[in-house]
Each structure stands twice: as C-alpha cells, then as structure tokens.
C-alpha cells in the first residue's frame, strides 16, 4: 500500500499502513460497529505515538498494541455494556455470502476473553506461547480460552493438540 | 466449523480509508491543540497563580484565622440517596438494530448472572463448590427471543454451575472447567444500593483477607502486571471495614471518572477461601466494583490512608 503522505501526520499513515486493518479487527471483533471499532483505534494510535515505551522490534511493538488494545476494548465494554449494540448490517457489509456472516456473527456472540485468543490464534497463526507473552497470560489460561472459544464455536481440531 | 473459515471471514474485515482519514486529522489535531495551547496554558497558569496569591494575601489580611478545614465535597454533586440498579433486561429481537452483550452470563431462577472480575484462585475451585445446580444451555445469541432465557440459558456454551459455599447463590454462582478455570458469575442487577454494604457485604471481605497486592493504571492499562504485594494489612483492614458505610453515586452522573487515568489504583485481595477481588479506586474516595453501575464514595481520611500507601 502506499504512503498516503498527504495526509497531516506522516507517522500515523505509516503505522496506520502496518497495523490499521488488524486493530479495525481487534476493534470490530470486541465492539461489533464500526463507530466503537474507530473510537478503540484512535485511542490505540495515540497512546502509539505518544505513550509508547522503546520497542525491542517491529514484533514487540506488535504485540504490545495488541495488548492495549484488547484492553481498551475490555474498558469501552466495561463502561457501555449496556448499551452498546452490535449492528447487524456493518457486519454484513463485509460479506458476500450468508453463511460468512454467520461465521462471523457466532465469534461476536463469543464472551470477551475469548476473543483476543480466538483472533491470534486462528488468525494471525500465534502458538500458545506468543499468545501467553503477547496477552500476558498464562498458557494453561491461553488452552483453556481457547477450548472455550473452540467449543462455542464448535471448531474442529484438525490435527491440532489442543 | 473449520479453522480456515475463521481466517477466510476475519481476513474479510477491513479498514477503509474514511476511517484512516479521520483518525489522522482528530490526531493531528490533538497534536496540534497540545502545541497551539501549551503557551497559553502556561501563561495562564502563571495568571491564575498571581491571582491566587493576591486574593490570598488579601483574604488572610481581612480575616487573619485559619480557614476551617470542613470535609472535601464530592468530585460530582450526584444524587446521592439510594441507586436502584434495574434488572438486567435481556435484548428484544424485535428491535431493528439487534442488541445482545459480549459478556459471559447466565439465566438462573429469574435472575441474570454476568461474569465477573473476581477471580478464583487456582486450585481453589473444588474447595469452592457447594451444589449442583445445573447446566447450562449454549442457546442466548443476538436473535433470541424473550422465550429462549430459560433456565440456565447462556453465552458460555454447555457448562456445569454450582452454588459457592459461604455466598449467596442469589448473588453469585459458579462454573467449573478444565485447567483450573473455574469461573464466578454475580447477580448485582435489581438490586437497591442505599449503602456499599449492599454489595460490599456480599462478597465478604471483611475478616477474611489472606493477602493483598496492588497495581498502579499504567501498569493495569498496558497489562505489564506490575503488581507489589501489600506487606501491612492494617489499613487494608481499615478501608475494608469502611466500605460498607460508602455511599453509592450513579455511574452515568460522573461519565468522566474513568477518563481520569492518573488517578486510578487497583488493588486485588486475595481472600481465606481461595477468591480475589479486584477493586478499583479513584482519587478522592471513590470506589468501584466490577460492572456495577455505581462508584461507592468513602470518607476521606481512611480511604486516603490507604491510597497513599499504594506508592
């Protein structure tokens, strides 16, 4: 993707290149719209450009934004749960065929904590290790998060251990 | 399910430039608020200092005696009589925009159970489990009609809940998975808050405290789990014994506590039966638990005894 260096904030474009499609999906898969989703990503970019520590490298770096940024999910959901809504045709949007939605509309029904390990795990490919390192959570808790979420959505192990 | 199917349809969400547009210009535009305004800000700070002091000399020449040192206000004049935390009301299907929570809850004998931040200590679940009570049913989605929240209706897919022993199962229940994941559930909806005994007293603290650690909200917010242990238990015990006098102020008539992020702490006690409850305290006597929709003021002096400790 290119540079968009017309826009104000140069350093922003760059990392928005690098990591904007995974936090929209971190947000979107927590909040369930895209207003929430984009409140999240504006909270995590900034606390990136301005309150971050030294990174190591470009994967400390990841794993450290995908920390706050599931926490700052959590807080959004712990201070509007009540009223937040999951908008059925946003999600939708994404996709051409019925049974996508679907797919997509069992892993927001999923509880919360099972979502950031369902995400790195199916998604982005994390072993249960970087999963434990990147949440800060055990791996005994990263098996049973996941079991849990596999369960819920009935995945099937596929050769898998767990 | 297949697992590529996950991948397909997460790899399927992405971001459009409309969003990239706009968080670019809100965050130059903080950027850019933080320099236009830090000169002005100073300025006026000195002014306002200058101010300060001339009103200050002049106010202790007029009178020449101490001011009287009367109890802090609270933060936000809110209501402060008795909060009554509606039921929990499931979402209606017929509604254009579904609505459903994320959060792991439970359907028992009329009442909704939501998970909960207390933790169960590892190996402490077996000691926990009183009863039996059931198992629950993985049926309540976004679609769900007023008919489907029977019984052990649930978020949590296909689970066994039990009783805990020494709490009431009309406010908390449990499950009980693999890998020491036990899991707590509280009812704190339908209920009256007159005082913080209307919920503090339910989860019984009090007496009970085995250990004590705290976080400070840098730590908590980037989850680098900085946790120190809290050696001296005497002002816990203090600040426990006080919290069934705090008085409830609504959530939504304080919106901006939870913005305030210098001024949080987070303490986790670990209680005789294996449970540790997270509390979250805010500058100036304000208490919160959970996802209870109200802070919990405390008297000063105690609360504060306590929040300096937590360096």
């Known amino acids: ?162 | 399910m297949k697992k590529n199917d996950i991948k397909r349809v997460i790899g399927k969400i992405e971001s459009d430039k409309g969003i990239e547009y706009r968080l670019s210009k809100k965050i130059h535009k903080k950027q850019n608020r933080k320099g236009i305004f830090m000169p002005f800000l100073s300025i006026a700070s000195i002014v306002i200092l200058v101010c300060i002091g001339i009103l200050g000399v002049n106010f202790f020449k007029k009178y020449d005696k101490p001011i009287d040192n009367t109890p802090d206000t609270p933060l936000h004049s809110a209501n402060s009589a008795a909060i009554s935390i509606p039921k929990l009301e499931l979402p209606n299907s017929s509604s254009s925009n579904a609505m459903f929570d994320m959060i792991g809850l439970i359907v028992y004998q009329g009442r909704i159970y939501t998970q909960t931040g207390t933790k169960i200590n590892p190996g402490s679940a077996e000691n926990l489990i009183e009863e039996k009570l059931g198992t629950t049913k993985d049926n309540i989605n976004e679609w769900s009609k007023q008919d489907d929240y029977v019984e052990f209706a649930s978020t949590i897919g296909v689970q066994d809940v039990y009783s805990v022993k020494g709490y009431d199962k009309n406010f908390r229940i449990m499950t009980n998975g693999e890998l020491h994941n036990a899991q707590f559930y509280e009812c704190l909806n339908g209920i009256t808050v007159k005082t913080g005994a209307d919920i503090f007293n339910k989860l019984k603290i009090e007496n009970n405290i085995k250990t004590a650690k705290y976080e400070a909200y840098e730590s908590w917010n980037y989850s680098k789990q900085q946790y120190k242990e809290m050696g001296d238990l005497k002002t816990l015990n203090n600040f426990v014994g006080e919290l069934k006098n705090t008085i409830p102020y609504k959530q939504e008539s304080m919106p901006k506590m939870f913005e305030d992020s210098e001024n949080q702490k987070f303490i986790y006690i670990s209680l005789s039966d294996g449970s540790e409850v997270q509390l979250r305290l805010f500058k100036n006597g304000y208490i919160y638990y959970d996802s209870v929709p109200v802070f919990l003021k405390m008297e000063n002096k105690v609360f504060n005894e306590l929040w300096d400790e937590l360096l």
């Open chain 1, 1 to 162: 993707m290119q540079k968009t260096s017309r826009w104000p904030n140069d350093n922003f474009s760059d990392k928005y290149v690098l990591y904007g499609n995974m936090l929209f999906r971190i947000c979107m898969i927590f909040l369930g719209n895209k207003e929430d989703a984009e409140e999240a990503m504006q909270e995590s970019f900034i606390k990136l450009m301005y309150k971050s520590p030294k990174f190591i490298d470009d994967q400390h770096e990841k794993a450290w934004l995908i920390r706050i940024t599931t926490n700052i999910c959590k807080d959004m959901l712990r201070n509007i749960w009540r009223k937040r809504v999951v908008k059925v045709g946003e999600i939708e949007s994404f996709y051409d065929r019925p049974s996508d939605t679907y797919i997509m509309e069992e892993i927001l029904k999923l509880p919360a904590k099972y979502k950031a390990v369902i995400y790195l795990y199916y998604f982005e490919d994390y072993s249960i290790k970087q999963i434990s390192e990147t949440l800060g959570i055990k791996d005994s808790t990263v098996k049973m998060r996941l079991k849990r979420g596999r369960d819920i959505l009935k995945i099937e192990l596929e050769g898998e251990e767990l």
